[in-house]
């Protein structure tokens, strides 16, 4: 079976009733196996939903760590075998972007266009920009997402939201979602993501990211205890301190996502003193590891560090 005729049978869409929210087909049944084993994972690993992942450990104080768009050493970003290959990595967690058809789908992609990371069937380089919130969800079908990071990922198909949590909900992993400001998110928008994760139970597995804090605002509003990390490259000022009480409720965690280059121990300690954690992004570099575990950070996002790589940064 090829990679295309994979992507053909998990391209279809139902409706669950009373919601009109779209569950996307599950890709993961046992007739795929054969294909993840030769392009993402180990040649021994023989079944696909058997796939070891790190026990989960009763110690709030380590580090945890993020798979940046899944794991993108192995797999084209933003794509199912690229967090089917952060969990046979040993990830936990992935983090992954929501953008929003012009039929209102949410799909996973971190660009405002398809540009960077689609192909045209015949493999042709996109030369116009393609808006994704001007195509259709079935017109976005028609690329590949794939062939731009490696010819063994020819064919592969932008996963719909809910295609990814069935993936997280197959494999145990928790996810970060970024709201993008490259589109309007609205309470409408809200309550469909809020509604798909409640529907395959995993809303104590989805933290909502993003560098708006309108959009993590009509999130909370949606969803009073959703937990909240507010993304940002600027250094820790009042201003951020307060943006993060705006967004608590009586009932949520609400945290600071920053660029792991504006952190100090000076904006750790103001954050330590508002009563807020921090995670840092993008880290791909272990020797940072110390000095981020010094200030008391509670999670990175990377690229490509593992839990064997930090595993001496954990806190006793």
Not at 8 to 33: D, E, H, L, R, W
Not at 98 to 121: F, S
Not at 159 to 164: K, R
Request: glycine share 4%; with cysteine.
């Amino acid at each position: 079976m090829s990679i295309n005729s994979i992507n053909s049978n998990i391209s279809g869409i139902n409706y669950s009733a009373g919601t009109g929210v779209q569950k996307a087909v599950s890709p993961f049944s046992v007739q795929f196996n054969n294909i993840f084993d030769e392009v993402v994972f180990s040649k021994n690993t023989s079944n696909i939903n058997e796939v070891d992942t790190v026990e989960e450990k009763n110690n709030e104080d380590r580090i945890k760590i993020i798979a940046h768009r899944g794991y993108t050493e192995n797999a084209p970003e933003n794509t199912i075998a690229a967090f089917i290959s952060a969990a046979e990595k040993g990830y936990n967690t992935i983090e992954c972007d929501v953008e929003w058809t012009k039929d209102e789908v949410p799909v996973i992609l971190h660009d405002e266009t398809i540009n960077r990371t689609a192909r045209r069937e015949n493999g042709w380089r996109l030369f116009w920009p393609r808006k994704c919130s001007n195509l259709t969800y079935d017109e976005l079908l028609k690329y590949d997402f794939g062939s731009w990071y490696s010819d063994d990922f020819k064919g592969t198909k932008i996963p719909s939201f809910n295609e990814v949590l069935d993936c997280a909900n197959d494999y145990n992993l928790n996810l970060y979602v970024e709201l993008k400001e490259t589109t309007d998110f609205d309470s409408e928008k809200a309550q469909k993501l809020a509604d798909a994760v409640k529907d395959v139970g995993l809303s104590d597995k989805v933290t909502w990211i993003s560098f708006n804090s309108d959009y993590l605002e009509t999130m909370a509003q949606t969803v009073p205890n959703a937990r909240l990390g507010y993304l940002t490259k600027k250094d820790v000022n009042q201003n951020i301190i307060d943006i993060l009480n705006g967004l608590k409720t009586d009932e949520n965690e609400v945290f600071l996502d920053i660029k792991s280059a504006k952190i100090s121990e000076k904006s750790s300690n103001m954050l330590k003193e508002a009563g807020f954690d921090f995670e840092v992004w993008t880290v791909d570099d272990s020797d940072e590891i110390e000095t981020l575990a010094s200030y008391d950070c509670k999670g990175i996002t990377t690229d490509k560090l593992t839990e064997d790589d930090i595993a001496d940064y954990y806190n006793p």
